[in-house]
């Protein structure tokens, strides 16, 4: 019997069952639950959308980033559900529904890669292999206390990727346990120096743009995090209002990237007839944006990447919030949410920078909750090596 049956809102119809190529390596056995936007050779993608998949045409090869996976010994259990061509950080698909969050019921699992998330969460999956543009492995990872990471931009190859932006998509994955989140970096990520992160870099600003009932939770994770590291220092903006503009930085640099990828498609006679309302309505955004309004947009990105390079290096990695609050519930209105999550995930996606969520919150009501740790490009494999061991001083700084 497979659990992939027996799980319609979390894995899809298509594609292989209870694949593997290899039964040694780093990975052996581990079960994987990959995003319906990986190419698979011989199966076609839906991307989240049943119009797409009646179009889209066989893999002629598979992606090199499940290649590997697939060479390390993970069993392929089965693509999962993925919000519409990954443009959402709800987790709810008009077509196919909406994963509940396994570990709290009645709520949401968060977006895009909300299946590779709700597998690893029940249980059903070792590894989540999923993709993050603005935020499709971090939102999930925090919603459903999991580990996951956003690498560094373009150090894992895409090909084989069906794209949101470009220059924004990075192919991340989700894990139950700090350990296997680096053992798949060791697969996935190049060779890289792993150097010694001994400075926690603080933005106090940050905490304000989290619901207030987290605020504390916050800071009692900071206090705790703070005597892992040898140094601590602010993260000093240079203008008061750089927080309030990353938002819309965003959306209209991702938006434009998107319309110049899909816009031949999406401009087809009733084309955005076949998306959700919420999500036809961005892509229209998208449709219209003006090159000046991406050049005002692109001169915002270069302050932040100057500033990320000024205020960390690769003996340093930023504290900061990962959603600014827990999982909201199945059906609710998340519009407003929207622009406020992207104003923390934001950081990350203009910088090029790493990030890692640390499902380690312990609320009294028992939402999952966590914080992430970023570090700047190129730096992926110390900032897993800094998580794995964080991770391991507050197990044991648990009482039993």
Not at 94 to 112: D, E, F, I, R, V
Not at 274 to 292: C, D, N
Not at 343 to 357: C, K, M, P, R, Y
């Amino acid at each position: 019997m497979s659990d992939k049956k027996n799980n319609n809102s979390i894995f899809c119809n298509h594609g292989p069952t209870l694949w593997q190529t290899n039964q040694s390596g780093l990975l052996a056995n581990n079960r994987l639950a990959v995003k319906d936007v990986f190419a698979v050779k011989g199966e076609r993608n839906s991307a989240g959308n049943p119009h797409w998949f009646k179009t889209d045409k066989p893999a002629q090869n598979t992606a090199s980033s499940v290649n590997k996976l697939m060479t390390a010994g993970c069993n392929f259990i089965g693509f999962t559900h993925t919000d519409e061509l990954a443009y959402s950080l709800e987790g709810n698909n008009t077509h196919y529904g909406a994963a509940q969050n396994p570990k709290l019921k009645g709520h949401a699992c968060g977006g895009s890669s909300m299946g590779s998330a709700a597998a690893v969460a029940a249980n059903l999956a070792d590894i989540g292999l999923g993709t993050d543009t603005g935020g499709s492995i971090r939102i999930p990872a925090s919603y459903c206390g999991l580990y996951g990471i956003r690498p560094s931009h373009n150090v894992i190859e895409k090909d084989g990727l069906i794209p949101l932006a470009p220059p924004f998509d990075t192919i991340g994955w989700l894990t139950q346990s700090a350990e296997l989140l680096s053992d798949v970096g060791n697969v996935l990520l190049p060779n890289q120096a792993i150097n010694n992160v001994d400075t926690l870099v603080i933005c106090e600003p940050l905490f304000e743009l989290v619901d207030p009932a987290l605020q504390a939770p916050l800071g009692k994770l900071l206090e705790k995090t703070k005597p892992y590291f040898n140094h601590h220092i602010d993260f000093k903006l240079p203008k008061s209002n750089m927080l309030s503009e990353l938002a819309d930085t965003f959306r209209i640099l991702q938006g434009h990237s998107i319309a110049k990828t899909h816009r031949d498609w999406l401009e087809l006679p009733d084309q955005l007839s076949h998306f959700a309302p919420a999500i036809a309505a961005r892509f229209k955004m998208a449709l219209v944006l003006t090159e000046q309004e991406e050049q005002e947009a692109l001169k915002i990105q270069h302050e932040w990447q100057t500033i990320v390079a000024k205020n960390l290096n690769k003996h340093s990695c930023l504290f900061l919030p990962t959603t600014p609050t827990t999982a909201p519930k199945l059906g609710a209105d998340t519009s407003a949410l929207r622009m406020q999550i992207i104003t923390l995930s934001a950081i990350a996606g203009l910088s090029g920078s790493a990030q890692v969520h640390l499902p380690l919150a312990d609320l009294a009501n028992d939402h999952p909750y966590g914080f992430s740790l970023m570090m700047s490009h190129g730096n992926d494999k110390s900032l897993l090596t800094c998580v794995k061991h964080l991770a391991a001083h507050f197990k044991q700084d648990t009482p039993a």
